[in-house]
Each structure stands twice: as structure tokens, then as C-alpha cells.
């Protein structure tokens, strides 16, 4: 076996600040050991995604997103106005789903009209071995904490 993991690669930020931050979140439980918030894209929520690889839906096509993208989530951030998110935290890792483009009714359009899932949303993943052994402790600390989701939000 390497020395190497993926672990190894994982900024302290996403092992320690970002693990609190997350703590602090509205989450409610689904089946399977799934945790979602619905949220907004912050500063530690960028920061977070900032070099990890997200997909475009629909379609699922790969890419890193640029910087300029990245400066202008930010900015809308910094202005008070950030996009909605969805965090979807699972054993395998953390997903967070944003759209940039008619984000206002994000995700809620999502979940009641198949016509919203057309218009292209991202979905960046942090794997469970970036958020290391404290991702997973605080994983479980709030599944046994959090409410079961409203019926409204789609099993993820």
C-alpha cells in the first residue's frame, strides 16, 4: 500500500475550520445516512470547491472551474448576495450543488418542475478521505441530531 492518499492532499482548512463551519449548518436527515442543507454558497463553501473538480448538469461533463468563476462567486458573496446551495453529505464525501444562472429559485424550482432541471447546475464533491477522520465524526454527530427532511426535498 502507498503512502500516499488523497488524505494527504487535504488542506487543513477542509479537516478543521471548514468541519466546524459545517457543524453549524440547518441540516435534516434522509435515508441512507444522508445529511442535506440547503444554504448559500459562502466564502468557506468557495474555498472549499475551490480546487476540487465539479460537474456540469445536465450531462455530467467534468471540468475545474475557472478563476474568473470563482472571483465572481466570491464577489456576489462579498456583496451579500450569494447563490443558494445544496450540500448533500453523505459517508462517501460532500456534494454541493449551485447554479449560476437563474440561481433566485434554486434548488426549490428543482424539486417541483422537471422543466428546472434543464437549466445547467454544478455540483462540486469533496470525498470523504479530503474531509478525513473529523469529516466523518461530525458526519455522524449530526445525522444523530438532525430532523427527517420535509417531503418536499427529493431523496438524494
Known amino acids: 500500500m502507498s503512502d500516499t492518499s488523497e488524505t494527504s492532499f487535504a488542506p487543513a482548512f477542509l479537516q478543521g475550520s471548514f468541519i466546524e463551519y459545517l457543524k453549524t449548518l440547518p441540516w435534516c436527515s434522509q435515508e441512507g445516512e444522508t445529511l442535506v442543507a440547503v444554504f448559500k454558497l459562502t466564502s468557506e463553501i468557495i474555498?472549499?470547491?475551490?480546487?476540487?473538480?465539479?460537474?456540469?448538469f445536465p450531462g455530467g461533463m467534468i471540468v475545474k472551474l475557472p478563476r474568473s468563476v470563482l472571483m465572481g462567486l466570491q464577489q456576489k458573496c462579498d456583496e451579500e448576495q450569494p447563490l443558494p446551495a445544496v450540500l448533500v453529505w453523505k459517508k462517501s464525501g460532500l456534494e454541493i450543488w449551485f447554479r449560476r444562472q437563474k440561481s433566485a429559485d434554486?434548488?426549490?424550482?428543482?424539486?417541483?418542475d422537471p422543466g428546472a432541471l434543464a437549466i445547467e447546475r454544478e455540483k462540486g464533491v469533496l470525498s470523504a478521505a479530503k474531509l478525513g477522520d473529523a469529516g466523518a465524526a461530525a458526519h455522524a454527530e449530526l445525522l444523530s441530531k438532525a430532523k427527517q427532511c420535509p417531503t418536499m426535498i427529493?431523496?438524494?
Not at 474555498?47 to 456540469?56: C, F, G, I, P, T
Not at 434554486?106 to 417541483?112: A, G, L, N, R
Open 106 to 112: 434554486f434548488p426549490y424550482d428543482t424539486w417541483s
Open 154 to 156: 427529493p431523496q438524494y
Open 47 to 56: 474555498e472549499a470547491v475551490r480546487e476540487s473538480e465539479v460537474k456540469l
